[in-house]
Structures are given as structure tokens and as C-alpha cells.
């Protein structure tokens, strides 16, 4: 009988995929390199299994990478095509090349063939970065044909794809790029190939909140992309888009973003202080096993837990700053917006709220780490270009901008408690009394304490010129300036040599004198102005020594020889008094007695143009906002990684 020409194999110990086969012959040196066009169908086609992609490129080095450029090549030709061609679901698979930072999984069928490749390729370390990684994904002599037709194909899939969830896709594939080769040259292609108005239209007819915002997102990033080195055509169309009705919808995706940003920070602290029931009532006499509902009472965090996770913190959704910044310095539309929009929802935060209750947790944890630091700073930039306009000023002022704010107690000294709807700019006050407040160290951030002092001046400032009484605790205020100077004075041998440290010791002393001088033009009554005399004759001593310190007198640029003068003023009177009454000391009633007495014979000699301020000039921080922009650029990346792990 003859052999059967049919032979049993061995039966493997597991079955590889066939898309895994491909992805091995892809990379492999011995197989051809030129491969046939039914490969590539089933390449598109086929199941993606990214993790298999993953470990076949992590074998290989970067130099191991370029070796093998022509493969990668034909790979990323490829998918261009296909995405250029818009059929499904290939075109899908195929725009995942470009998702470099976004993991392979809970994507779907469609989802992660080449992200892992192109995440391989912009991961890796190269020599020469722009030029290697060129040199892998098109080669010098077509990466032009190449990523032109790659943008070209984008922006066509953003503008006009066959439903919300493709567009979308096409989003999330430029930001990834975007992010993932920011320090390269290929990012000029984005901006030679003007996205704006398809990002806008997609925005515009957007039915979901995250949908908006990583549009807004990308926006962001391209604006920023070496825009000290040349005209950016993004920053441009900032400066001319009037359509009201998308500016609202990004607002609000943006609001959105800052109340979860702001919620992070409560998962690790919570700060709402609970009001007084029957059920509190018996717990603070330790009989909470008697409430009718107890409920077991959230442990509080380790300290050093708490301290790590705080560290950590603002979430990677607070890169969206950096967009919403360059907006306010661009657009005076986004701006009236931004500060008069409602909020969608009886419960929810409007888009301004919901920013500064972020920016108010923000400020209080400046320190803990650079990225902290460095979103405040933004978030300050903005706050000051809003209360630089007199038109918003108004609006931040009046009593139409009365909403509630939650803001941050996490650290003490608290400010008081103020439940219900409030100004706006009493919001703004506390938020920089907290900057001040829970920011002091001998390596300080004198930066940091520019800004929030300079926003105080400029709401004084217009408060003063428009003679709008604003209600507000103005004591606590009064009490941070001196004990700011106080501190100041303390440490004044670790302090004095700090950059820009005499703008900022002019700012303060020009603002105090400032509401010496005006002080009866915005304050509420008479008290208000009596107690700032009264702390200022408290720490009349104290002044001196921060005039010598840091030898103030020698500058005419502040109002030192001011605030000493009304002290010396008073500190004679109630010499005087006292000795009238035999007496050292006199009662704080007494005090007071003196001060309104005091206010005949005083004179203060205060110096012209202390409501003055110079306008934000973006030029002026250019160092900031690059560095602000490296951390955005991380921050994207990160949180795409995040949202699809």
C-alpha cells in the first residue's frame, strides 16, 4: 500500500495569530523587504494584537530601528493611505499609527496594530531625533509628500467623517502626534496645514463634553509651537474667531475639566466644613453610635500618604490651561464669556466658578511640586489679563457675578467661611490671601507672590477709580500684608539677593499705601479703614526694620517713608493719650478712640500713580510659558495613556 501523501504535524503547544505571523515578518532581516499587496490587506484587516507588536519592538534598538527603515516605511505609507481613503473598518486600524502614547488595550477591534509601532518609534532614543525619526517613518527624500498627505488626510477626517466617533479618532491621532514629536520639525507640518477651522466645525457639532475638550486641547499645543519664533497661524485665528456659540461649548468642556481637577484634590483631603445637625451634634459629644444613621466616618489619610498624593496632583487634564490662556490673551469675545456664562445646570459650576475653585486648591499646593507651580502660574497669568480689562473688572465687581465658589481649606490659617453666592472679585481676594498665606518659605517664589499681589492691586486699583464698595472680610487682607511683612523682615538675610525681589517689595508697599490713601473710596465703613491704621501702628517697629533690611529709602520707587509716616503719626498720639490717662497701655477701644481722632491732623504724602500697573506683555514671559509648555507637552501625553488604560 503506498504512504498517504498527507503527514500529521506535531500539534504546537499554543497557536500563534496570524496578525502576530505578520508583525514577526514585518521586522524580520531575513524576509523580504518588499511586501506583497495581499499582505498589507490582511495586515489592515486583520484582528490587531498590540502587546505582540509591543514586544516585537522592544527587541529592537533605535539604531536596530533605522536599520530596518524601509519596513517602517512601507508600514506608516501604508496606513496613510488608508486613512486617506476613509474605508472601514481599515482606515481605523490604520489610524492608530499615529497614537503613539496610548496603550493596546479596551480599544476595540480596530485599535492597536500601529500604535504600538508608532509609540516604539518616538519612545526610542536617537542620536538624532528629528532627523532619525524622519529617517523611519518616510525617509528625507518624501517625508514632505509623506506627512502632508498625512495632515492633509487628518484634517479631511476631522472636517467631514463619516460620524462623530471617526473624527474623533482623527483628534485623538493628531494630539497624539502632536505631543509625541513636539520637539521635532514634524510638528511644522500641523501648522503649514491649518487645522482651525476643521477643529472647530468638529467642536461645533461635537454632542459630548471630552469630545470638546481634547480639541480645545490640541489647539493648545499648536498655538504654542515656536510661536516666539514665528508668526503661528493658530495664535492668529485665536485673535479673529467670533463664533460665540462654540466659544460656549468649549467653555463649558473646559469648566468641566477644572471641577475634576478640582474633585482630585478632595479625594485626598476632604475641606468642606459640615454644618450643625442633631446627628453632629451627638457625635462632638462622642455619642455618634446614638444617630439614626451613622455611618462609619471617613478615615482620614496617612500624613505622608496624603503629602504624596497632593504631590501628584493637578491631574493631567490641567494641561488644558495652557489653551484656555492663550484664548484669554487673544480673544476679548472668549473672555466675556468666560466670565459671564451661566452654568448649564442648576448644580454645577459655571465654567468661571469651576476655574477659580481649581485655581484656588492649586495656589494652596503651589509648592509641593514644578508642575503645581507652574499651572498656577498660567492660571495667574489669566486672572490678571481678566482684571487688566475694565470692561471684565466690571463684571468680576458686580453683584450680576454672584455665584458659589467652593474654595480650598486644606491648610490652615483659614479664611472665614462664607456660604451662598458671592462677588466674584471677593472669590479672587481670598484665593490670593491663600496664595500668600500658605506659599511663605526662606526659598520663596517671589514670582508667584508678584502675581497674586498684583492681582490684588489691580481689583483695589479699579475699585478705587470706580468707587465700588465691595464687601468683604478686609481685615484678613490687612492681616496678610503685614504678616508677609513681617516674614519678609524676619528672613530678610535669605531673602534680599532672590531675583526680582524688589519688585515685589515695591508692589506691597505701594499697595498698602495705596489703600492708606483710597482706602475711603472702596471700603464698606468706616471700621474697615480704622483697622488698617491699627495694624499699621501694631507693627510700627517692624517697619522700620523692613526699611533697613532691605534699604527701601534708597528707592523712590516705593512708599515706605508713607507707611512709617502715618505710624509715627499715630504712635505719637497715643504717647500722648496715655499719658494723659496714666497709663502704659491703653485698651483696644481706646485705640480706636485715637485713631478716628487722628485722621484731623494726618497728612498722608502718598506718591502719584500707585493705582498704576503695567499691561501683560506675553514677550515679558516667554521663559514661563516655554516651560510651561514642556509640561503640557507631558501632561498630554500621560493623559492619553491615562484615559485608555
Not at 474697615?528 to 533690611?549: M, N, P, Q, S, W
Not at 481722632?597 to 514661563?624: H, M, P
Request: hydrophobic residues 40%; glycine residues 4%.
Amino acid at each position: 500500500m503506498e504512504p498517504s501523501p498527507l503527514t500529521q504535524q506535531a500539534r504546537p503547544e499554543t497557536f500563534q495569530p496570524k496578525v502576530v505571523q505578520l508583525y514577526t515578518s514585518l521586522f524580520n532581516e531575513s524576509d523580504d523587504i518588499d511586501k506583497s499587496e495581499g499582505f498589507w490587506r490582511e495586515f489592515f484587516l486583520l484582528r490587531p494584537d498590540g502587546p505582540n507588536l509591543q514586544r516585537v519592538l522592544v527587541d529592537l534598538s533605535a539604531d536596530g530601528l533605522l536599520h530596518l527603515q524601509s519596513q517602517s516605511q512601507q508600514l506608516f505609507w501604508r496606513a496613510v493611505q488608508h486613512v486617506k481613503a476613509g474605508n472601514a473598518p481599515s482606515d481605523e486600524i490604520a489610524l492608530d499609527v499615529s497614537c503613539p502614547w496610548i496603550p493596546f488595550t479596551a480599544r476595540g477591534l480596530t485599535s492597536q496594530t500601529l500604535t504600538a509601532f508608532l509609540g516604539g518609534v518616538l519612545q526610542k532614543k536617537y542620536t538624532n531625533p528629528s532627523s532619525d525619526i524622519i529617517a523611519v517613518l518616510a525617509g528625507l527624500d518624501q517625508v514632505d509628500a509623506t506627512f502632508t498627505e498625512f495632515v492633509s488626510s487628518l484634517d479631511n477626517l476631522i472636517r467631514g467623517g463619516r460620524n462623530l466617533d471617526v473624527r474623533q479618532k482623527a483628534v485623538e491621532v493628531a494630539l497624539a502626534v502632536t505631543s509625541g514629536a513636539y520637539q521635532t520639525g514634524l510638528v511644522s507640518y500641523f501648522t503649514h496645514r491649518d487645522l482651525f477651522p476643521s477643529l472647530m466645525k468638529f467642536i461645533q457639532d461635537s454632542d459630548k463634553t471630552d469630545q470638546a475638550f481634547k480639541s480645545f486641547l490640541l489647539l493648545g499645543l499648536l498655538a504654542n509651537y515656536n510661536k516666539f519664533e514665528f508668526q503661528n497661524p493658530y495664535r492668529l485665528r485665536f485673535d479673529d474667531f467670533v463664533n460665540e456659540a462654540t466659544i460656549q461649548k468649549i467653555l463649558r468642556s473646559f469648566g468641566n475639566a477644572c471641577s475634576s481637577a478640582r474633585d482630585r484634590y478632595v479625594a485626598v483631603q476632604e475641606d468642606l466644613p459640615e454644618g450643625w445637625t442633631f446627628n453632629t451634634t451627638l457625635t462632638f459629644f462622642g455619642l455618634g453610635v446614638l444617630t439614626p444613621s451613622a455611618k462609619a466616618a471617613t478615615q482620614a489619610s496617612d500624613p505622608e500618604a496624603a503629602k504624596a498624593l497632593f504631590a501628584a496632583l493637578p491631574g493631567r487634564e490641567a494641561a488644558v490651561l495652557l489653551a484656555t490662556y492663550d484664548f484669554t490673551v487673544a480673544n476679548k469675545l472668549f473672555c466675556f464669556n468666560f466670565v459671564s456664562l451661566p452654568a448649564e445646570h442648576k448644580h454645577e459650576d459655571s465654567p468661571f466658578s469651576g476655574f477659580l475653585s481649581f485655581t484656588s486648591y492649586l495656589i494652596q499646593h503651589a509648592h509641593r511640586s514644578t508642575r503645581a507651580s507652574v499651572y498656577t502660574t498660567i492660571n495667574l497669568f489669566v486672572l490678571r489679563i481678566l482684571v487688566e480689562d475694565p470692561v471684565l473688572c466690571k463684571q468680576i465687581c458686580s453683584d450680576e457675578s454672584k455665584t458659589t465658589v467652593r474654595l480650598c481649606r486644606q491648610r490652615q490659617p483659614y479664611l472665614p467661611l462664607v456660604r451662598g453666592d458671592r462677588v466674584h472679585a471677593t472669590v479672587l481676594l481670598d484665593m490670593m490671601v491663600d496664595g500668600i498665606n500658605h506659599n511663605l518659605r526662606r526659598r520663596l517664589d517671589v514670582d508667584l507672590y508678584i502675581l497674586c499681589i498684583g492681582v490684588i492691586l489691580r481689583l483695589v486699583s479699579f475699585l478705587s477709580r470706580s468707587r465700588v464698595r465691595l464687601a468683604y472680610h478686609w481685615s484678613e487682607l490687612w492681616r496678610t500684608f503685614l504678616s508677609l511683612i513681617r516674614f519678609l523682615t524676619t528672613y530678610a538675610n535669605d531673602l534680599k539677593s532672590l531675583r526680582d525681589m524688589s519688585g515685589l517689595l515695591d508692589t506691597l508697599v505701594n499697595l498698602i499705601a495705596l489703600s492708606l490713601s483710597a482706602g475711603e473710596a472702596f471700603l464698606p465703613s468706616p471700621a474697615e479703614y480704622d483697622d488698617l491704621f491699627y495694624k499699621l501702628v501694631e507693627i510700627g517697629d517692624t517697619l522700620v526694620k523692613f526699611r533697613d533690611a532691605y534699604d527701601l529709602d534708597s528707592r523712590p520707587t516705593n512708599s515706605i517713608a508713607t507707611l512709617i509716616s502715618v505710624s509715627e503719626h499715630y504712635n505719637a498720639l497715643l504717647e500722648s493719650s496715655a499719658s494723659k490717662a496714666r497709663s502704659k497701655n491703653l485698651s483696644p477701644k481706646d485705640v480706636g478712640k485715637v485713631i478716628k481722632q487722628g485722621y484731623e491732623t494726618l497728612s498722608i504724602q502718598a506718591k502719584e500713580g500707585l493705582d498704576g500697573w503695567a499691561n501683560f506683555r506675553e514677550a515679558d514671559e516667554r521663559v514661563v510659558l516655554k516651560k510651561v509648555t514642556r509640561v503640557v507637552v507631558a501632561d498630554v501625553q500621560a493623559l492619553l495613556v491615562e484615559q485608555q488604560s
